[in-house]
């Protein structure tokens, strides 16, 4: 079996190592054509007598390899992060002028002009009462009883705001009493908002959404929107 070694001659070593080190600066520049002339030189300049060893010979090829394995990996990821950018960057243009889902208890008229919300009960209630008030002036405006719920999500809705309220998007202060086994308690609902802009982080990785009466919202923390 004809087997390879590493070893060359003094005469060609110190001319191998000048090469190297001229090499050293561009090393990570190296393509597989490279690659491969730098292979056939060190085994045409080897020491007959003291060849490579096939182990040796193996090592290196599954070095490189490796090697340009890891940056088709990281082509494919830098791909996806453009990718991702670019579908950041539709979400959020699709978004704007629309409602989201955040949890609080300030809410306007949508477009259809109801109030529309959720409340997640944390166990079974003999009944449910939501209450909607001017946020500003504190006046009841109404009052709506549910029946006996299960533990979970609830959606509520209130189609009967003052026409001057629709129509200027007053704020709507939004309260729910929930009665269990263990009394009566206010839960916190969560109600649609409307976005009013969206923007990108620096290195594209986070969508921050402006959400009325809410501030800046992550778009992560999104749970529906309409």
Do not use: C
Not at 103 to 113: F, L, V, Y
Not at 128 to 138: E, I, L, N, R, W
Not at 149 to 169: D, I
Request: net charge negative; hydrophobic share 40%; charged share 15%.
């Amino acid at each position: 079996m004809i087997t390879f070694n590493t070893t060359v001659p003094a005469a060609t070593s110190t001319a191998n190592a000048t090469a190297a080190s001229s090499n050293a600066a561009t090393a990570n520049a190296l393509g597989q054509q490279d690659f491969l002339t730098l292979m056939l030189a060190q085994l045409k300049n080897q020491d007959p007598m003291q060849p490579m060893e096939n182990g040796e010979f193996l090592a290196q090829l599954a070095q490189f390899s490796t090697v340009s394995g890891i940056e088709k990996v990281n082509d494919t990821l830098e791909s996806l992060g453009d990718g991702m950018r670019d579908f950041r960057i539709s979400t959020a243009a699709n978004l704007l002028g629309h409602e989201v889902l955040v949890p609080g208890n300030i809410a306007r008229a949508g477009k259809d002009g109801t109030i529309n919300g959720v409340v997640d009960l944390p166990k079974a209630a003999s009944s449910v009462t939501v209450s909607y008030s001017d946020a500003t002036t504190g006046t009841l405006l109404h009052t709506e009883s549910y029946a006996a719920q299960s533990a979970g999500l609830m959606g509520f809705s209130w189609a009967g705001l003052p026409p001057a309220m629709v129509e200027n998007r007053s704020p709507v202060r939004v309260t729910v009493s929930a009665t269990t086994d263990t009394g009566t308690a206010q839960v916190g609902p969560s109600v649609f908002a409307k976005v009013l802009s969206a923007r990108n982080g620096a290195d594209g990785a986070d969508l921050t959404l402006q959400i009325e009466d809410y501030g800046a919202l992550n778009a992560l923390e999104v749970e529906a929107f309409r």
